[in-house]
């Protein structure tokens, strides 16, 4: 059993898109993160959200500003990957302990900051073992298969808050479903007859 005082860092990413994956995986850029420290009961403590200025592809795709919300002038306006990292290493430093870990939903976004600060030239921004809460959940649940995030809600009964595609949203949101990723809570699924 996990202990409720227990701090996690939520992390959600959104990145440089475009339908048919025209851009390929390696040439995707993060253009903004969301975070939040979070107790394993899933009470959001601190949180943190920055737009991310791409290098490689800084104009969006019209498929991208639809799919996240972000317009041009948020990523315009932005610091580039680099800068970004270091306020993100503070927030994940500021309420560290030295033993928790950082989440995501799936291994795409511990992947993207990998990519990120490997094209800055920089060390990984987040000094700590990454969870992969997507696989977790599953596991916890012995559903099978993964699940996307709005689903995993779904199945907990939480409503989706904020915007889907948006980072802190989703952060927030993962955040939400803690109980159930670490198995503190079980989904009362409904069994066909």
Same mark, same amino acid.
């Given at each position: 059993? $996990?202990?409720?005082?227990?701090?996690?860092?939520?992390?959600?990413?959104?990145?440089?898109?475009?339908?048919?994956?025209?851009?390929? %995986?390696?040439?995707?850029?993060?253009?903004?993160?969301?975070?939040?420290?979070?107790?394993? %009961?899933?009470?959001?403590?601190? $949180?943190? $959200?920055? /737009?991310?200025?791409?290098?490689? +592809?800084?104009?969006?795709?019209?498929?991208?500003?639809?799919? %996240?919300?972000?317009? $041009? %002038?948020?990523?315009?306006?932005?610091?580039? /990957?680099?800068?970004?990292?270091?306020?993100?290493?503070? /927030?994940?430093?500021?309420? !560290? !302990?030295?033993?928790? /870990?950082?989440?995501?939903?799936?291994?795409?976004? +511990?992947?993207?900051?990998?990519?990120? !600060?490997?094209?800055?030239?920089?060390?990984?921004?987040?000094?700590?073992?990454?969870?992969?809460?997507? +696989?977790?959940? =599953?596991?916890?649940?012995?559903?099978?298969?993964?699940?996307?995030?709005?689903?995993?809600?779904?199945?907990?009964?939480?409503?989706?808050?904020?915007?889907?595609?948006?980072?802190?949203?989703?952060?927030?949101?993962?955040?939400?479903?803690?109980?159930?990723?670490?198995?503190?809570?079980?989904?009362?699924?409904?069994? =066909? !007859?």
């Amino acid at each position: 059993m $996990q202990d409720p005082k227990t701090r996690i860092l939520v992390i959600d990413l959104e990145a440089t898109c475009d339908e048919d994956r025209r851009i390929p %995986t390696d040439e995707m850029e993060i253009i903004e993160i969301g975070a939040c420290w979070a107790t394993a %009961t899933g009470e959001v403590l601190d $949180q943190f $959200q920055s /737009f991310v200025r791409p290098l490689l +592809r800084p104009t969006l795709t019209s498929f991208c500003g639809s799919l %996240t919300g972000i317009r $041009q %002038t948020d990523v315009d306006s932005a610091r580039p /990957f680099a800068e970004v990292a270091i306020d993100l290493t503070k /927030f994940a430093c500021l309420n !560290s !302990s030295g033993e928790e /870990f950082w989440t995501s939903w799936g291994a795409y976004d +511990r992947s993207q900051i990998e990519r990120d !600060s490997l094209r800055c030239g920089i060390p990984n921004p987040l000094p700590m073992p990454h969870s992969n809460a997507k +696989r977790r959940f =599953a596991k916890a649940h012995r559903i099978g298969k993964e699940v996307g995030m709005t689903k995993a809600l779904e199945l907990a009964g939480i409503p989706l808050l904020g915007a889907h595609h948006r980072a802190l949203d989703d952060a927030r949101n993962i955040a939400r479903l803690l109980p159930w990723i670490l198995g503190e809570r079980t989904l009362k699924l409904r069994r =066909a !007859s």
